[in-house]
């Protein structure tokens, strides 16, 4: 029983220090942004590695999301009879709920266990120690680059999902069973505002923000072995699912 | 700096991609399809009831849409809402008798204003009000019309039985 209540306390005040930890990380992070912009060389290789690497995959997703969303829409739709509102349901809850959603997922297990190694390695292998040594702040040099490679990514991988996903649901709504096109593109135009384009493109600078610092806090603060590299993989990735639904549910509460 | 440079075209293509993405959402799964500069004329009308007629909802003749309503607001002096439309100026010859109604596309879909042109010789100019309107035909109140008739002619029924 006590060492129940031990471990359950230990649990907490871990759990409380890697909250303060990541505080702090987030903190200096911010403080550091406007140096790090002074090089963007760095940013754009970032970009590169968390954006355009992702890019396959993404619209891959996005292509099957799509036509999926076409199956069971149609599926839902025909037997209330109005087949036509395919196009503004898919729109609304791909730009909505699942395209920024799903992208981060999809972000996270791409491009946020890439950080989360990569930094990891460095930590474990002296590297970060070795740029502090020759006066390089690893900070400025390795952490922020990455975490705003991510950041501009996300917002863009975002839309290239969307987009992709709404021609799935057009390849299957139209193409397959026959939807009439002009009233599938209307309909979704009529029912559409600016608005919902704008809250799909917020929650994904959203969650771009908390996936990659999520991903370069896990990295940079892994223990330097072999197996803290693993964990500090292994959280990333489920710490970054969690936050983005928790995440999802809030803004989707302040935006509605 | 050859592979620095293969990095730059890969990123460079994936932003232009992304936003081209952006573009296309904000463009054309959006309902701003219609660009408003000055080539458009401004209509107003006042209804008693416009049901659910929402900023934005198409104005169509025939069918065709002419226009888009700008902004509802309700007038404190004559107790109705004021409606703004506008329309594109290529529509500029709708006689100044024509009339305005409410009208709700298909079962669920959302309400619009119709204009039946009318045959007077003058025409419609910006900042004119069209004075034949058509509220939105509210369903509670033809459903309580409905019932009171049916009960009035129940009563009807019952007074010459009652006689007998």
Not at chain 1, 28 to 33: D, G, K, M
Not at chain 1, 142 to 160: D, K, Q, W
Not at chain 1, 184 to 203: N, T
Not at chain 1, 225 to 247: D, F, H, K, M, N
Request: charged content about 15%; hydrophobic content about 50%.
């Amino acid at each position: 029983m006590t060492s129940l209540l031990a471990e359950m306390f230990g649990n907490t005040r871990r759990f409380l220090e890697r909250l303060g930890a990541l505080a702090w990380f987030s903190l200096q992070v911010l403080r550091q942004t406007p140096a790090a912009l002074l090089r963007p060389r760095l940013v754009v290789e970032q970009v590169y590695h968390s954006g355009a690497l992702s890019l396959v995959i993404i619209m891959t997703c996005g292509l099957f999301i799509g036509m999926v969303i076409g199956l069971q829409g149609y599926d839902l739709l025909q037997r209330i009879g109005s087949e036509e509102a395919l196009g503004v349901g898919a729109a609304l809850s791909l730009l909505k709920e699942l395209g920024p959603v799903v992208t981060a997922l999809l972000f996270a297990g791409r491009a946020g266990t890439a950080l989360a190694s990569e930094l990891g390695l460095m930590r474990a292998t002296d590297q970060l120690a070795a740029m502090e040594i020759m006066a390089v702040d690893p900070m400025r040099r390795v952490v922020l680059p990455r975490f705003l490679g991510g950041l501009i990514a996300m917002p863009l991988l975002t839309a290239i999902f969307i987009v992709v996903a709404i021609f799935g649901v057009q390849l299957v709504g139209v193409q397959f069973f026959g939807i009439d096109q002009g009233q599938f593109w209307s309909q979704m135009r009529s029912a559409v505002e600016p608005g919902d384009v704008y809250e799909g493109l917020i929650k994904g600078l959203v969650f771009g923000m908390s996936c990659s610092l999520i991903a370069v806090f896990e990295g940079y603060t892994a223990d330097p072995t072999a197996e803290g590299v693993a964990r500090a993989t292994t959280r990333t990735v489920v710490i970054s699912a969690v936050v983005t639904l928790v995440l999802d549910y809030i803004l989707t509460a302040l935006m509605l | 700096m050859r592979q620095s440079r293969a990095i730059d075209v890969s990123t460079g293509l994936f932003v232009l991609l992304g936003m081209t993405a952006i573009l296309f959402l904000v463009t054309q799964i959006t309902n701003r399809e219609f660009k408003w500069g000055d080539e458009s004329y401004r209509l107003t009308a006042q209804f008693e009831n416009i049901g659910g007629l929402k900023a934005g909802a198409p104005v169509s003749m025939a069918g065709v849409t002419v226009g888009r309503v700008e902004s509802i607001d309700y007038d404190m002096q004559a107790f109705k809402a004021d409606v703004t439309l506008r329309i594109d100026a290529r529509f500029d010859k709708i006689p100044n008798d024509s009339d305005a109604s409410i009208y709700t596309a298909g079962l669920l879909g959302g309400q619009y204003i119709g204009i039946t042109p009318g045959n007077a010789e003058d025409v419609y100019h910006d900042g004119d009000r069209v004075e034949f309107v058509q509220d939105a035909i509210v369903l509670e109140n033809l459903i309580s019309k409905y019932l009171f008739s049916q009960a009035g002619k129940d009563q009807a029924d019952a007074a010459p039985a009652a006689q007998e």
